[in-house]
């Protein structure tokens, strides 16, 4: 083997291989007829960057807002031409429209050229001051050949401002560019081709017109190693990044030096920092172009500015000159002086009015301390002298205005006048002169003239107006102020007037709209919540009117508006006043309501409302008015009672007292309040307090008069008998009983406690006569006749008693209050009479109905009875109900006994005899007396057993 030559291939194939390698990394130094790797790259960096950077800042530039037609007709013509920013081929380049927002898709949109796609750009979407159009997820496809090298660039499209036609928002959208690819010299350029939508096959990796990119060679000269080949090209390369870099360094720097004298408006030097930087823009950037424009405009704009300030500093001079305010036209030419320096004419003018000012202002001092004659004879002094001044007669004619000379002054002012035509001041003057004299036409006409010479004057067109009012030129005043509040928007006087004369042609909403934007400017401004709210009044709103009064009087309320206010509260207060003594109680608090809505503080309206819910039986509502009532007039007497009233209604009985209580003090002769408080002493049992309340009433009842009906005496004295009765004192309640039956002797009520208190005091024959009377009158009430068949049981006349406690059944069948309990009585009744079956069905329905009955007398009787009708099991059933505990356990053992006895079971029977006696309630003479047990079994009575127990246990 020939090791020369084998070291020789070795060498040769590791050089090829380290070349393969390297090669992606260096630059080309060799010629190559087919293009490399980093060629490829190269290419598809530049496309990238020809729509990230090319096409997306000429859409967001060509949309820029402080771009003029000019400057955007130059980019749209750049952009395809032969300019350095050059974006596109040539003017043949297709862009499939995406302009539109329903085109979405190849399948809707359309192909224009390239200057129709970017005139409709211009046209159909909106300028900004920002930056709307984005562009994202770029994905660029290997390089390709067909006629010429190209890669196609895909990327999404969002477009964030709207149509300026088409109201449907923009979506994002796929868009894929072709971009070409030239080389001139050793530089290659990349220019777009076509834009459209993605299709479906559409892919960046589709290897459809692929170019084989070769890897990068290396030429190996005069033998130099492989190593030092690469460190040469790594070297040039990074030569290369470093001049990129200081180029890219510089490029900013003058950005930045631009923008630095743009903000502080160095306009030169911003230009020409701008324009180096556009000078050294190998990036495909639109913004040093951008920039030029805007500074461009901006230097037009501050020139145009100077000019405008020119004419209005000149504008301004000459109307304070004519207002012969030369202090103020002298600031108005001077700062004209300082924009144009070199005008003799404006410093001559300056110097004149300096002079003028001198003369003036020594008398206008005097003027203003009020030395009227010396003015008047120091102008007199000057005018024999200067006898065409103008400035001279005005100011005299101002002196005679002050001293009450009035032809002199007017004589004055017209020869000022006559002298200067546009001596705005004196026609201001002769105006005001006239109008004192009543004469407002010639009032007009001076101010009228005054602005033929200056309509920028909105307070003299605001004062014409006030003048042509009182001519009746109603349409002429409006013109006025709609003048006036052009020329001085932010004015709020203005708004004040125009909006009174609204008011006064009747025009009320739109006062309301000029008052309010009157109060916008100023809003503290106390006869404009007036007047709106009169208007808002006329409106029926009157809300809102009491809400502007309500501030009227945070601000200060005059005696004329008090009053004038105190009208319409009474106009809205009569008419709900009205409503409610028709008793349409709805619309009487709707009227009310709109009544303390122009003045919330009125008690009395508040008192009406409350009265208005009482009859619509809403209790709240009514305590809330009350309460507001009170709190607005705390001696509100009857405002208090009224509350009393619906606390009582509520069984709140110690609010009831109270404000009952705080109703008498205030009037001392509301003794409706007195009785008031007794009845609610009377409702919560403190009958202590309620028979002094009552008696305070019986004191003074000569005086009460006829203030109390007799009806209302009455109930009053017998309440106070009653209270006098549940304390014990019953032969005083019978005599406030008899005053009540002496008030209304149909007073069934009255009859009814008075026979309590006689069957209290034993007198059953006058508590039988009362109650019969009480029931007779009533006939409705069932408890009334209980009381009677109770009298009448105690009186022993049980047939009676049976029908009265019949009619208490029948009248209370639902047991509302006393069915039970009379049918027990009427038991009891029939029991008395020994009709023990009646007595029995009685006993054990009431029992049934109300457990109030299950006492043990009632039990007793009931045991007893059953005993009688021989039905035992039933008697030993009730007797037994009765416990140790009871007072009639003697009586029920010894009938359990007897009815043992009956059972025929003596052990039994002795046994609860034996238990019977030694309760130690039954005596001997009880024994002897007793007729059940003879009526049971007389044997037993008699039997050894039984006496031998009787003699054991029985003492007495």
């Known amino acids: 083997m020939n090791t020369l030559s084998t070291n020789c291939k070795s060498k040769a194939f590791y050089s090829i291989f380290l070349i393969i390698l390297y090669g992606f990394f260096l630059p080309e130094v060799f010629s190559q007829d087919s293009l490399s790797v980093r060629e490829g790259q190269e290419i598809q960096l530049l496309a990238r960057r020809k729509v990230e950077k090319g096409l997306n800042d000429l859409l967001n530039t060509i949309s820029f807002e402080d771009l003029g037609d000019f400057e955007r007709k130059a980019l749209r013509t750049d952009s395809y031409g032969n300019s350095v920013n050059k974006v596109f081929y040539n003017d043949k380049v297709i862009i499939e429209d995406d302009i539109n927002p329903e085109h979405i898709s190849g399948k809707t949109g359309t192909d ?36 010429y090298y190209y890669v196609k660039v895909y990327f999404k499209s969002q477009f964030n401002s709207r149509h300026n036609q ?12 072709e971009v070409r ?129 020119l004419r209005e500093y000149l504008a301004k001079g000459s109307i304070a000159q004519k207002k012969r305010n030369y202090t103020e036209a002298v600031g108005y030419y001077k700062k004209a002086f300082e924009l144009k320096p070199d005008s003799l004419a404006l410093g001559a003018t300056i110097k004149q009015l300096n002079q003028k000012s001198s003369v003036k202002t020594e008398l206008d001092e005097k003027y203003n301390s009020g030395k009227y004659a010396e003015v008047i004879k120091d ?55 006239f109008a004192t ?122 005696a004329d508006q008090q009053q004038q206010i105190g009208l319409i509260v009474n106009h809205y207060f009569e008419k709900a006043f009205k409503s409610l003594a028709d008793k349409k109680y709805e619309n009487a608090i709707k009227e009310f309501d709109e009544t303390i809505f122009i003045k919330p503080d009125i008690s009395e309206a508040w008192y009406h409302r409350g009265q208005s819910f009482t009859a619509l039986s809403d209790t709240l509502a009514a305590l809330e008015s009350y309460d507001r009532a009170i709190s607005f007039r705390p001696d509100y007497s009857q405002a208090f009672f009224e509350r009393a009233q619906l606390w009582f209604g509520l069984g709140k009985f110690e609010k009831a007292a109270a404000d009952y209580r705080k109703s008498y003090e205030i009037n001392p002769l509301n003794y409706l309040a007195n009785a008031g408080e007794a009845h609610a002493y009377y409702e919560q049992k403190w009958f202590d307090k309620a028979i002094v309340s009552y008696q305070f009433i019986k004191i003074n009842e000569k005086k009460i008069g006829k203030s109390f009906s007799d009806s209302v005496f009455a109930n009053i004295y017998n309440q106070l008998g009653v209270s006098l009765f549940l304390t014990g004192q019953t032969a005083k309640a019978i005599e406030e009983f008899d005053r009540a039956i002496a008030r209304n002797e ?5 009859y009814c406690n008075r026979g309590k208190a006689y069957e209290k005091e034993n007198s059953l024959r006058r508590a039988v006569a009362d109650f019969k009377k009480s029931a007779g009158l009533d006939g409705k009430t069932p408890i009334k006749y209980q009381f009677l068949g ?121 046994a609860w005899f034996e238990k019977s006696f030694q309760t130690g309630t039954i005596s001997r003479a009880y024994i002897r ?28």
Request: hydrophobic share 35%; with cysteine.
């Open 112 to 147: 224009l050229p390239i200057d129709r796609y970017l005139s409709d750009f211009e046209l159909f979407y909106p300028k900004s001051v920002d930056r709307t159009i984005l562009f994202t997820d770029f994905d660029v496809s290997a390089l390709k050949k067909s006629e």
């Open 379 to 433: 102008y007199s002094k000057i005018l024999r002298k200067e006898k065409s001044n103008s400035d001279y007669y005005l100011g005299r004619g101002l002196a005679y205005v002050m001293t009450n000379e009035s032809d002199r002054a007017l004589k004055d002012f017209t020869q000022s006048i006559e002298l200067d035509f546009s001596n705005l001041a004196a026609l201001k003057a002769r105006a005001e002169l």
């Open 166 to 177: 088409i109201k449907i928002p923009y979506g994002q959208v796929r868009r894929v560019a």
């Open 746 to 750: 149909n007073f069934s009520d009255a």
């Open 181 to 309: 690819a030239e080389k001139k010299g050793k530089k290659w350029l990349t220019y777009i081709m076509r834009v459209a939508f993605v299709t479906e096959i559409d892919s960046a990796k589709s290897p459809l017109n692929d170019v084989l990119l070769t890897s990068d060679s290396i030429a190996v000269n005069g033998g130099k190693q492989i190593a030092e080949v690469i460190s040469e090209a790594e070297n040039l390369r990074n030569k290369e990044r470093e001049t990129e870099r200081k180029a890219l360094e510089e490029y900013n720097s003058w950005l930045t030096t631009g923008d630095k004298a743009f903000a502080s408006r160095d306009y030169d030097k911003a230009l020409e920092a701008y324009t180096e930087a556009e000078k050294r823009n190998d990036f495909d950037d639109l913004l040093p172009r951008r920039k030029i424009y805007q500074v461009k405009r901006a230097f037009e704009k501050e020139k145009q500015t100077q000019v405008e300030l």
């Open 437 to 558: 004299k009543k004469d407002y036409p010639k009032a007009a006409a001076d101010l009228t003239s005054y602005l033929n010479i200056d309509d920028s004057a909105d307070d003299v067109f605001a004062r014409r107006a006030k003048y042509r009012i009182l001519t009746r030129n109603t349409a002429g005043a409006f013109e006025d102020y709609n003048k006036a509040v052009e020329l001085s928007p932010k004015y709020p006087g203005h708004y004040f007037s125009r909006g009174i004369l609204f008011f006064q042609t009747e025009n009320y909403p739109n006062a309301v709209t000029d008052f309010s934007n009157g109060l916008k400017l100023d809003n503290k401004h106390s006869e404009s919540y007036y007047n709106r709210g009169l208007a808002y009044v006329k409106l029926s709103q009157p809300e809102q009117a009491g809400q502007d009064f309500a501030q009227l009087r945070k601000l200060g309320i005059n």
């Open 790 to 910: 109770n009298a009448q049981y105690k009186e022993e006349n049980f047939e009676d008693a049976i029908l009265s406690f019949s009619e208490a059944i029948k009248l209370d069948a639902d047991n509302r209050c006393c069915m039970a309990v009379s049918k027990l009585k009427r038991g009891d009744c029939y029991y008395a009479l020994k009709q023990y079956r009646q007595a029995t069905d009685d006993y054990e329905s009431a029992f049934a109905i109300d457990s109030v009955t299950h006492i043990p007398d009632a039990f007793y009787n009931t045991g007893i009875a059953f005993l009688y009708q021989r039905q035992t099991d039933r008697s030993i059933k009730f007797l037994s109900r009765i416990t140790a505990k009871d007072l009639v356990k003697g009586q029920a053992y010894y009938g359990l006994a007897c009815a043992y006895v009956q059972q025929k079971k003596p052990e039994q029977a002795l």
């Open 929 to 956: 007396k007793d007729k059940l047990l003879e009526s049971v079994d007389k044997a037993f009575a008699n039997s050894s057993a039984f006496k031998e127990l009787v003699n054991k246990n029985v003492i007495k």
